[in-house]
Protein backbone atom coordinates (compact mmCIF):
# COMPACT_ATOMS: atom_id res chain seq x y z
CA UNK A 1 0.00 0.00 0.00
CA UNK A 2 1.03 3.92 -0.42
CA UNK A 3 -0.12 7.02 0.68
CA UNK A 4 0.39 10.11 -1.21
CA UNK A 5 -0.47 13.58 0.61
CA UNK A 6 0.01 16.91 -1.21
CA UNK A 7 0.53 20.00 0.24
CA UNK A 8 2.16 23.52 -1.33
CA UNK A 9 -1.46 24.81 -2.53
CA UNK A 10 -2.35 28.22 -1.95
CA UNK A 11 -3.65 31.98 -3.30
CA UNK A 12 -0.80 33.17 -5.38
CA UNK A 13 -1.29 36.47 -7.77
CA UNK A 14 -1.13 36.10 -11.85
CA UNK A 15 2.69 35.79 -12.96
CA UNK A 16 3.14 34.06 -9.53
CA UNK A 17 4.93 31.03 -7.95
CA UNK A 18 4.31 27.82 -5.87
CA UNK A 19 6.07 24.75 -4.88
CA UNK A 20 3.79 21.65 -4.27
CA UNK A 21 4.72 19.09 -2.64
CA UNK A 22 4.01 14.87 -2.63
CA UNK A 23 4.93 13.18 0.55
CA UNK A 24 4.83 9.27 -0.03
CA UNK A 25 4.38 6.71 2.50
CA UNK A 26 4.39 3.37 2.63
CA UNK A 27 5.50 -0.37 1.83
CA UNK A 28 6.87 0.83 -1.64
CA UNK A 29 9.92 3.05 -2.76
CA UNK A 30 10.25 5.76 -4.91
CA UNK A 31 12.63 4.04 -6.72
CA UNK A 32 9.99 1.98 -7.93
CA UNK A 33 7.53 4.49 -8.95
CA UNK A 34 6.95 6.89 -11.52
CA UNK A 35 5.28 10.14 -9.82
CA UNK A 36 2.66 11.91 -12.30
CA UNK A 37 0.52 15.37 -10.98
CA UNK A 38 -2.68 16.32 -12.57
CA UNK A 39 -4.74 19.09 -12.45
CA UNK A 40 -8.32 19.20 -12.22
CA UNK A 41 -9.82 22.33 -12.90
CA UNK A 42 -12.92 24.11 -11.19
CA UNK A 43 -16.33 22.47 -12.09
CA UNK A 44 -14.28 19.68 -14.06
CA UNK A 45 -14.48 15.79 -13.42
CA UNK A 46 -12.03 13.60 -11.79
CA UNK A 47 -12.15 11.93 -15.85
CA UNK A 48 -11.37 15.22 -17.25
CA UNK A 49 -8.00 15.80 -14.98
CA UNK A 50 -5.10 16.95 -17.13
CA UNK A 51 -1.69 15.44 -16.98
CA UNK A 52 0.60 18.07 -15.91
CA UNK A 53 4.01 16.33 -15.58
CA UNK A 54 5.84 12.72 -14.62
CA UNK A 55 9.15 11.90 -13.04
CA UNK A 56 10.33 8.26 -13.43
CA UNK A 57 11.62 6.14 -11.49
CA UNK A 58 15.19 7.09 -11.94
CA UNK A 59 14.39 10.70 -11.99
CA UNK A 60 16.38 10.57 -15.05
CA UNK A 61 13.37 11.41 -17.43
CA UNK A 62 11.06 14.36 -16.73
CA UNK A 63 7.28 14.96 -19.15
CA UNK A 64 5.62 17.75 -19.39
CA UNK A 65 2.34 18.92 -21.00
CA UNK A 66 3.09 21.62 -23.63
CA UNK A 67 1.01 24.21 -21.59
CA UNK A 68 3.54 24.52 -19.02
CA UNK A 69 6.63 23.56 -20.50
CA UNK A 70 9.75 25.88 -19.42
CA UNK A 71 7.62 26.94 -16.37
CA UNK A 72 6.71 23.98 -14.05
CA UNK A 73 9.58 21.75 -13.40
CA UNK A 74 9.06 18.43 -11.47
CA UNK A 75 11.68 17.11 -9.08
CA UNK A 76 11.85 14.54 -6.70
CA UNK A 77 14.03 13.75 -3.48
CA UNK A 78 14.57 9.89 -2.74
CA UNK A 79 15.86 10.05 0.65
CA UNK A 80 12.45 12.12 2.10
CA UNK A 81 10.07 10.11 -0.12
CA UNK A 82 9.07 13.13 -1.47
CA UNK A 83 8.00 14.86 -5.07
CA UNK A 84 8.12 18.14 -6.34
CA UNK A 85 6.33 20.72 -8.49
CA UNK A 86 7.81 23.97 -9.28
CA UNK A 87 4.63 26.19 -10.89
CA UNK A 88 6.04 29.83 -11.71
CA UNK A 89 4.61 31.87 -13.70
CA UNK A 90 1.07 30.62 -12.88
CA UNK A 91 -2.08 31.71 -15.25
CA UNK A 92 -5.61 31.91 -13.93
CA UNK A 93 -6.49 29.03 -15.69
CA UNK A 94 -4.22 26.81 -14.06
CA UNK A 95 -6.13 27.01 -10.77
CA UNK A 96 -7.86 24.30 -9.79
CA UNK A 97 -6.97 21.31 -7.63
CA UNK A 98 -3.23 19.30 -7.76
CA UNK A 99 -2.85 15.45 -7.38
CA UNK A 100 0.14 13.50 -7.35
CA UNK A 101 -0.30 9.68 -8.76
CA UNK A 102 2.16 7.23 -8.17
CA UNK A 103 2.38 4.10 -10.92
CA UNK A 104 3.95 1.40 -9.59
CA UNK A 105 6.65 1.22 -12.61
CA UNK A 106 9.26 2.52 -13.89
CA UNK A 107 8.03 4.64 -16.85
CA UNK A 108 5.47 7.55 -16.79
CA UNK A 109 1.97 6.23 -18.30
CA UNK A 110 0.66 7.42 -21.23
CA UNK A 111 -2.78 8.14 -19.42
CA UNK A 112 -4.17 8.87 -15.88
CA UNK A 113 -5.76 5.49 -15.85
CA UNK A 114 -2.84 3.55 -15.24
CA UNK A 115 -1.54 5.23 -12.27
CA UNK A 116 -2.18 3.00 -9.37
CA UNK A 117 -2.37 5.65 -6.13
CA UNK A 118 -3.78 8.73 -5.81
CA UNK A 119 -3.38 11.80 -3.28
CA UNK A 120 -6.62 13.90 -2.36
CA UNK A 121 -5.15 17.25 -3.84
CA UNK A 122 -4.10 20.67 -3.11
CA UNK A 123 -5.98 23.66 -4.23
CA UNK A 124 -4.37 26.39 -6.33
CA UNK A 125 -6.11 29.81 -6.87
CA UNK A 126 -4.84 32.29 -9.23
CA UNK A 127 -5.90 35.89 -9.08
CA UNK A 128 -5.95 37.89 -12.00
Known amino acids: QLRLVESGGGLVPLGGSLRLSCKLS?????????IGWFHQAPGKEREEREGVSCIDSSGGTTVYADSVKGRFTITKDTAKNMVYLQLNSLKPEESGVYYC?????????????????WGQGTQVTVSS
Open 101 to 117: AARVRSRCPRSAYEYDY
Open 26 to 34: GEISLDYLS
